[in-house]
């Protein structure tokens, strides 16, 4: 602030007041100067925000990603062999064809982000922005606070903790002097629309939930004298969020309410987040897909989902398996696109997994959003918990 006046921040009140006078018909007048320096002083900042969906408990987040990326694979790989198969081309052509394709996912590129100029409501944006997130009420996100202050000081949060999961609270936090640390912090996803019934402003949102006061800690001086406490509060720079938010039009799904609810069970008892099976069994899977009510019926009418199984292995209890070798058989169909017009669809699937090798698997469910206006891109959402199965010998 002081670089920003004239005169260095130097600042000079003149003031002229008139006081009582013993005569009547006399007016005594009185000046006073008082002159102030206006300095900068540094203070803790918010440097950066990481989105982390894989810090969430129960979601298994990682796991179940890497799996889907190899079954994604393996179906690939299927179906260039049947159609390897069925249709013997040159291998010119099929190197020609190759190239179009690479061409046509060129000019699918180029219309995506025509497409998100054109359009940047957040509640238009469904099923348009390329990305994995979890549907669940909250998000996870890292939130880095730098301390560039002479002293330590400690973060607080006057509507509740500043950050930490279910367990592990963090009602303060203590930074020492020129260290920036990275807290997680646990936020409701933002409403599309706010009580009003307009659309949500999720840049002065975003900012109102994730400000912390913050104190700095008395230090005694040289000549013994005690250094006064500094107070102030921390906030993300609105400007810079809304230009972040401007240029990446995904923003909003990472932070937003999502456009399904997704709710996967295994077993009998959907109430049970961990069932125990015999080697050599196998379990029914079932999952159903609910469109939110924010979701506009012209943009529900341009999109599809796209329900999907998915199992990963987090513990193996015996290495005698080849490693090339999956543990466990879908029986079934893995994928069913659901109709989001047609009312006598019930929006669910189900099928059934079958385990041959001992360990602690992760089963769940992925809704993927394609939208007609941007073909080529699949939004998914898994949902927010996955369900353990412990395969016993």
């Known amino acids: 602030m002081g670089d920003q006046l004239s ?12 006081g009582p006078s013993p005569n009547p018909a006399t007016e005594i007048w009185r000046k006073r100067e008082v002159s102030l320096r206006i300095i900068r002083v540094k203070g803790p900042r918010i440097s950066s925000l990481t989105f982390r969906s894989d810090l969430s408990w129960g979601s298994s987040y990682s796991d179940l990603c890497q799996s889907l990326v190899a079954q994604r694979r393996r179906l690939d790989t299927q179906r260039s062999r049947e159609s390897g198969n069925c249709r013997r081309k040159p291998l010119g052509r099929s190197h020609s064809s190759s190239i179009g394709s ?39 996100l890292l939130m880095a606070v730098a301390n560039e202050t002479s002293s330590t000081i400690v973060l607080s949060n006057r509507k509740g903790l500043v950050g930490g999961f279910e367990g592990s609270p963090m009602p303060t936090v203590r930074i020492s002097s020129g260290v920036s640390v990275k807290i997680p912090v646990v936020i409701p996803r933002i409403d599309r629309f706010d009580d009003e019934g307009k659309v949500t402003d999720i840049a002065a949102e975003l900012v109102s939930r994730t400000a912390l006061q913050w104190e700095s800690e008395a230090v005694e001086e040289a000549d013994g004298s005690e250094k006064i406490k500094r107070t102030g509060r921390v906030r993300i720079p609105s400007r810079c969020l809304r230009e972040i938010i401007d240029e990446h039009k995904s923003f909003a799904s990472r932070i937003c309410k999502p456009p399904v609810r997704l709710d996967v069970s295994v077993g009998d008892d959907p109430s049970k987040s961990e069932i125990t099976l015999p080697l050599g069994s196998a379990v029914q899977v079932d999952a159903s897909v609910t469109i939110q009510d924010w979701v506009p019926p012209e943009v529900l009418a341009r999109c599809r989902v796209t329900l999907e199984f998915c199992c990963a292995e987090k513990q193996r209890k015996s290495s005698s398996s080849s490693p090339d070798r999956l543990p466990y058989f879908w029986c079934g169909q893995l994928r069913r696109t659901v109709s989001l017009t047609d009312d006598s669809d019930d929006k669910s699937h ?9 360990g602690i698997y992760v089963v769940s469910a992925v809704a993927k959003i394609s939208s007609e206006e941007t073909p080529g891109i699949e939004e998914s959402w898994w949902a927010p918990h996955a369900r353990v199965v412990n395969v016993v010998e």
Request: hydrophobic fraction near 40%; proline fraction near 0%.
């Open 7 to 18: 005169n260095g921040g130097n600042v000079r009140i003149r003031l002229r007041y008139r």
């Open 102 to 140: 690479a061409d046509q996912s060129a000019d699918l590129d180029i219309l995506m982000e025509d497409e998100l100029e054109e359009d940047d409501s957040i509640i238009r944006r469904v099923g348009q922005d390329k990305g994995v997130h979890v549907c669940a009420d909250e998000v996870v």
């Open 350 to 358: 189900l099928a059934r997994i079958a385990f041959f090798q001992s």
